[in-house]
């Protein structure tokens, strides 16, 4: 049989993580707030645009979805897959890289198309 050592943690450690887990969690809840907060914004500025409510343009309208959408991306990878935490080095070198190649793929096809 194998001997099994338990640690066991004093005050100060036991604190020090009740205080970590309640400030992701206070970060996690503002962060899920803001994005339903971007949410609503994007289905209101859509059915504003479909019911002619306020005159919005679609070069308006587009452009703005997008840029929400970019910027739920950017926290739900950084908030909610935890990747603002220590040694995710790699796991983040390959998103970046991926978000870049996207990008230029994306922006090579749109110049071909565009000329």
């Known amino acids: 049989m194998a001997d099994v050592q338990v ?41 504003a645009y479909q019911a002619d409510v306020i005159g919005f343009s679609k070069y308006l309208i587009i452009p703005t ?7 739920q991306v950017g926290l739900q990878l950084y908030y909610f897959m935890h990747m603002n935490e220590k040694g995710h080095g790699i796991p983040q070198m390959f998103m970046y890289t991926g978000v870049i190649l996207a990008f230029t793929v994306v922006l090579t096809f749109s110049t071909i198309i565009w000329w």
């Open 7 to 47: 640690y066991k943690k004093s005050t100060a450690e036991f604190n020090l993580g009740q205080r970590r887990a309640r400030k992701s969690m206070r970060g996690q809840i503002m962060m899920f707030s803001l994005m339903i907060f971007l949410t609503i914004m994007s289905f209101s500025m859509v059915m």
């Open 65 to 71: 979805l997008m840029l929400f959408a970019a910027v």
